[in-house]
């Protein structure tokens, strides 16, 4: 019984994964070559105070867009990382940033979470086709 679930979910999880990938690629792209100008004036991170964007290195950029992503899907949250966001961009009030800010992160940050998740149930079927 559960292999025949798994003949079905396998496919289903599959496309799920592959519309993440491409979801977070395609809006990470826009939003690296078109948009981060935009987005860096709009919500303005507090460490842009010292450097200019340029000057940072890569990983502490995906950082701040991850703050970003953190303060406009989760504004009210104190707890961890969340919280730690919201703190740093208090500033941000999220009802006034525009859609054409928004969806590049949103698309690259819940791209990427929920393809986490999908990855997890593929292995996690192919697991179970595998003890079967």
């Known amino acids: 019984m559960l292999t025949n679930f798994a003949y ?3 496919p289903f999880l599959f496309t799920v994964l592959i519309a993440c990938a491409l979801t977070t690629l395609v809006s990470g792209l826009y939003l690296w070559l ?4 935009i987005t860096n004036n ?4 507090p460490y842009l105070d010292h450097q200019p964007w340029d000057r940072y290195p890569f990983p502490l950029k995906i950082a701040m867009l991850l703050d ?4 406009l899907a989760f504004p009210s949250s104190h707890f961890w990382i969340v919280g730690h966001a919201n703190r740093l961009l208090a500033h941000v009030d999220r009802t006034t940033v525009p859609t054409a800010i928004k969806w590049p992160l949103i698309g690259l940050w ?3 979470f929920i393809g986490i998740v999908a990855m997890l149930a593929v292995w996690g079927v192919l697991l179970l086709l595998g003890t079967t």
């Open 68 to 71: 970003y992503f953190l303060r």
């Open 110 to 112: 819940g791209g990427c």
């Open 8 to 10: 079905y979910a396998l």
């Open 42 to 45: 709009t919500l303005r991170h």
């Open 34 to 37: 078109f948009r981060i100008q």
